[in-house]
């Protein structure tokens, strides 16, 4: 279980203004909170929380420490949400949520896909329905990644969560017959060229002997 770093700093203020000011000042505003504890007001490094980010380490356990006033706190967490700004793209907000190591969690685990699908060797086209599943287990028991082999998936058919085999002490907590991935049939559209296509004037030389008949008939 890769555990990573965090400094943090206790804010006293909670106010709009004071926290437009740590933005202003390269912080971003942030609380910690859980159920042994009470909420605790952060602020936390714009650039180490860009970096947590970009090293996709935003979904790993972070040890936050904590100066509160000359005084260090250790707290294990997850980041349960992290607010971006849509226009500008800077880190906004940051709640962080308490870890207890003998307590069973929800998680989001990515699924890591393996070999070639046989339907797609066949002319088929693989679809990713789900990239990650929700499993219930202590956080010791988290994995990195679940593997699905896909080698044997033919066209039309799908592999749902039932299918995912996950190892002892984990729950999956989607539904069972959710599908994650399938291959689907490619629909063939027929495109008329220009060559099978009758030229205009072809078109209209067609069309005249059957005016002529129809004169005829009439008369």
Same mark, same amino acid.
């Given at each position: 279980?890769?555990?990573?770093?965090?400094?943090?700093?206790?804010?006293?203020?909670?106010? /709009?203004?004071?926290?437009?000011?740590?933005?202003?000042? $390269?912080?971003?505003?942030?609380?910690?909170?859980?159920? !042994?504890?009470?909420?605790?007001?952060?602020?936390?490094?714009?650039?180490?929380?860009?970096?947590?980010?970009?090293? /996709?380490?935003?979904?790993?356990?972070?040890?936050?420490?904590?100066?509160?006033?000359?005084?260090?706190?250790?707290?294990?967490?997850?980041?349960?949400?992290?607010?971006?700004?849509?226009?500008?793209?800077?880190?906004?907000?940051?709640?962080?949520?308490?870890?207890?190591?003998?307590? /069973?969690?929800?998680?989001?685990?990515?699924?890591?896909?393996?070999?070639?699908?046989?339907?797609?060797?066949? $002319? $088929?086209?693989?679809?990713?329905?789900?990239?990650?599943?929700?499993?219930?287990?202590?956080?010791?028991?988290?994995?990195?990644?679940?593997?699905?082999?896909?080698?044997?998936?033919?066209?039309?058919? !799908?592999?749902?969560?039932?299918?995912?085999?996950?190892?002892?002490?984990?729950?999956?907590?989607?539904?069972?017959?959710?599908?994650?991935?399938?291959?689907?049939?490619?629909?063939?559209?027929?495109?008329?060229?220009?060559?099978?296509?009758?030229?205009?004037?072809?078109?209209?030389?067609?069309?005249?002997?059957?005016?002529?008949?129809?004169?005829?008939?009439? /008369?």
């Amino acid at each position: 279980m890769e555990i990573t770093d965090l400094a943090a700093q206790v804010r006293k203020e909670q106010k /709009k203004g004071p926290a437009r000011r740590l933005r202003q000042q $390269g912080f971003v505003p942030a609380i910690f909170y859980g159920g !042994s504890t009470e909420n605790i007001s952060l602020a936390v490094k714009s650039s180490d929380l860009f970096k947590l980010h970009k090293e /996709k380490k935003d979904h790993a356990f972070i040890k936050l420490i904590i100066d509160d006033g000359g005084q260090k706190l250790e707290k294990l967490s997850l980041i349960k949400e992290l607010q971006i700004q849509p226009l500008t793209g800077k880190f906004y907000h940051a709640d962080f949520y308490e870890i207890d190591m003998k307590k /069973k969690l929800a998680f989001d685990v990515t699924l890591n896909f393996t070999g070639k699908a046989i339907g797609v060797e066949n $002319g $088929g086209e693989l679809q990713h329905i789900k990239r990650e599943v929700k499993i219930l287990c202590l956080p010791t028991d988290l994995p990195d990644h679940i593997n699905v082999d896909i080698t044997s998936l033919e066209i039309g058919h !799908s592999i749902k969560v039932k299918d995912i085999k996950i190892p002892e002490g984990l729950t999956h907590l989607d539904p069972l017959d959710a599908a994650v991935v399938s291959v689907a049939a490619v629909k063939v559209v027929k495109v008329e060229t220009a060559e099978e296509a009758p030229a205009e004037g072809e078109a209209a030389a067609a069309a005249e002997p059957a005016k002529e008949e129809k004169k005829e008939k009439e /008369k």
